[in-house]
């Protein structure tokens, strides 16, 4: 049978066996403040929820319908005629000057600046982002943007955890889980969706599962949610039939619409980064202000013949999800939706992509239901039905963010029949889009930049392995009155890599090295071990995690561990260096790409 390099770390257990004294091991006693913290981002993040959405009813009765007034409603039905191109070009215009002269950061949706803020900034955000993104958006949305709330809440939320984090001095990693919290709020808040929240926050900002920042980040969306609940009660925001699948053979229909899906997604990516470029590169002064206008202008011309692209569009989805469109507006709507959004968007305004993606799938998934369900009537159950699938699979697809996807549709469906067919959908479509495209409308931007976004995530090697798994049982110990001379005689220092050096009783007293032996006088070798040895050495004992013991050496900068019995018994065990760290990963390359070896057990 082949081996492996190193024993079988999945079989191994990650921690030690309890003891006294466990409390704070599992989860740092820190958390507790973090997560008072983040209750009160949650907060904060359901109220700014609550003030953009009203602040977008507002510009959307005054622009289109003349009025001061907060009521929902929605630009679709307004009476404007050709009037109506001015508005979104007006609201390009006034978002351009904000992007030049204020805040650069506010052009696009959102969730980019939110993730460069994470990984590139240390999880800061400035005061400007907190106060001027939902300005922004409120009027690009409100004049006529094709834009959902949600990417810009959700930057909102976490330009407020961040600026939170900075005040009371956390570290960059807390500042980051306040970051997501708001992040998650904002999600949560807007569609009364926690889960969703909490997955938006892990899949796209924390790039980790870990109890430390999930359960702060969860916490937020519950405040959050609640807040949306007090202003607008349990009803849900798109209400669905109680779907219900034919039998098992319909998933097939679903597993060939993530096919179709997916190529929508990708069709998406690559368009919107090639008009993002056209609109780079205008030849004109002041780009960042004129470019808004233009593309405010033409989604106006596309508004003229579908008003349906207007604003969030809230009201489509709903009409998508209840089998009130002809199969003609269907495929007419999402593909106005898709070129509106992608135009808007590439050409510098600011708005969220998670609503208008969801009407450029439905569209195209209720129109694929009705058509199978005419050649294939005994298999269909609704159209609407593929609408709610395809709408989340356009999104997971373009997001990189399947889980988040899955779960938010069918916190919206309230369908336990939904979820099978989501999740064959959503990864169909997700996997298509992974293998024709390496970028994702979140990531693409920071791409561009030169940065490096990588939104796939796993458990580190580090942390699936024991100290003990990776040490070397073959050392040799140094008495401590040991002399120099007496070393030498019986090693060449070329020949030493690290020695531990132990006392009468066999415990550590320090360690030697090779330059150790040749930095003294080579006159006098009457030096002991004891007088040489030295503690640049991290102490570690069987069960430790390689992970812990490495966080140790790089907060030490030292390359040696010694492995000893236990904290009462300090004889050594057992010896590391820096590469044999370094092995680790060795391990793991060679585990995903050696093919099966021949002798290997079926």
């Known amino acids: 049978m082949a081996t492996s390099p190193l024993p079988n770390l999945e079989a191994s257990p990650q921690t030690r066996l309890p003891s006294k004294g466990n409390f704070g091991i599992a989860l740092e006693p820190e958390v507790l403040r973090i997560s008072g913290y983040a209750l009160v981002i949650g907060l904060i993040g359901g109220l700014v929820a609550e003030g953009l959405l009203e602040l977008i009813y507002f510009f959307t009765n005054l622009c289109f319908y003349g009025k001061f007034s907060f009521a929902i409603t929605s630009p679709a039905h307004n009476h404007l005629g050709l009037w109506v191109i001015l508005f979104p070009t007006a609201g390009g215009l006034l978002v351009g000057a904000m992007v030049n002269y204020w805040e650069p950061t506010l052009k696009g949706h959102g969730i980019p600046e939110a993730m460069e803020a994470v990984l590139f900034s240390h999880s800061r955000m400035r005061i400007r982002v907190a106060i001027l993104k939902p300005i922004a958006s409120a009027l690009a949305i409100g004049t006529g943007g094709p834009f959902g709330a949600e990417g810009p809440i959700i930057q909102t939320g976490a330009a407020f955890g961040s600026l939170f984090g900075q005040a009371v001095g956390l570290t960059p990693y807390y500042r980051r889980v306040l970051l997501a919290a708001g992040a998650a709020a904002g999600m949560a808040a807007t569609f009364t969706a926690p889960l969703a929240g909490i997955l938006v926050a892990i899949e796209l900002l924390l790039f980790e599962f870990r109890a430390r920042s999930f359960i702060p980040v969860s916490l937020a969306a519950a405040v959050a949610t609640g807040v949306r609940i007090h202003f607008v009660g349990w009803a849900p925001l798109f209400p669905t039939a109680p779907y ?159 889980f988040t996807s899955i779960v938010f549709l069918f916190e919206l469906s309230h369908n336990p029949n939904s979820l099978l067919p989501l999740i064959v959908c959503v990864m169909v479509a997700d996997g298509f889009v992974r293998l024709f495209s390496r970028e994702s409308i979140m990531t693409g931007k920071l791409i561009k930049r030169g940065l ?62 090779p330059h150790d032996l040749l930095k003294t006088d080579t006159k006098d070798h009457h030096f002991t071990m004891g007088e040489l040895a030295h503690q640049d050495y991290v102490l570690a004992y069987p069960g430790d995690l390689v992970d812990r013991v490495n966080r140790e050496m790089l907060l030490k900068n030292v390359e040696n561990v010694v492995v000893v019995e236990s904290r009462s018994n300090l004889k050594p065990l057992g010896i590391v260096r820096a590469n044999d760290i370094l092995q680790l990963r060795r391990w793991l390359v060679e585990e995903e790409t050696r093919g099966r070896q021949k002798g290997d057990p079926d």
């Open 452 to 513: 490096i976004v990588l939104q796939d995530y796993s458990v580190p090697v580090l942390m699936r392995a024991r100290i003990d798994e990776v040490m070397r049982k073959q050392f040799s110990v140094i008495p401590a009155n040991m002399e120099l001379r007496a070393v030498l005689h019986e090693f060449a220092p070329e020949t030493v890599e690290l020695q531990p050096v132990v006392k009468k009783d066999g415990t550590l007293l320090g360690i030697i090295e």
């Open 244 to 402: 219900k699948m034919t039998g098992m053979t319909e998933l097939w229909l679903f597993a060939g619409m993530g096919v179709l899906m997916g190529i929508v997604g990708v069709a998406m990516i690559r368009v919107l980064f090639r008009i993002e470029d056209f609109f780079d590169h205008l030849p004109i002064k002041r780009a960042l202000i004129w470019s808004p206008a233009i593309g405010g202008a033409i989604l106006g011309v596309i508004g003229y013949f579908y008003p349906e692209v207007f604003g969030t569009g809230y009201d489509t989805i709903r009409d998508m999800l209840t089998n009130r469109l002809s199969i003609t507006h269907l495929v007419g709507i999402s593909i106005a939706k898709f070129w509106a959004l992608v135009i808007s968007l590439g050409s510098g305004t600011t708005g969220g992509v998670f609503a208008p993606s969801l009407i450029v799938g439905g569209g195209i998934g209720a129109a694929y239901g009705v058509a199978c369900q005419h050649l294939l009537p005994h298999l269909v159950s609704n159209p609407a039905f593929y609408a709610l699938v395809a709408m989340a699979a356009v999104f997971a697809a373009i997001a990189r963010a399947p």
